[in-house]
């Protein structure tokens, strides 16, 4: 699968012994689409979570660098791009960084537990 190496998950299973971030995220919902947004503080460093479907990111603002298949790329917001299918992401926020991810949602649904369990590849910890 594309983007989940196994340093990727030494890096997680490292950092989830580590104190942890508290991100409360904004769900919004439309038609057909779901968007998950998020803030997070300047200096965080971040594994984020591996999608089983391609979506669209969109860095509303702040500066980010983004490692994705061993490729560090730094973006300033507002940028957007496609995440594929597999992609995880290790993250450091130069400055506080708002983040959306955008995801269809055919039957409109708005439990977001049901979302994560359609959205999120499960990991199996260590």
Known sequence: MRGLTKSVAALADCMAEMPQLVIVP?????????QRT?????GACIVGEQHGKR????????????????VVQ?????????????????????TEVVWATHHENPDDTRD?????????????LK
Do not use: C, M
């Open 26 to 34: 904004v769900h919004t919902f439309t038609k057909g689409w779901y």
């Open 38 to 42: 998020i803030t997070l503080p300047a």
């Open 55 to 70: 979506h669209i990111v969109h860095i509303i603002s702040g500066e980010v660098s983004i490692v994705t298949d061993g």
């Open 74 to 94: 730094t973006l300033i917001g507002p940028a957007v791009y496609a995440s594929a299918p597999g992609d995880q992401r290790v993250a450091f926020t130069h």
């Open 112 to 124: 977001v537990q049901v979302l994560r369990e359609r959205l999120i590849v499960p990991r199996l």
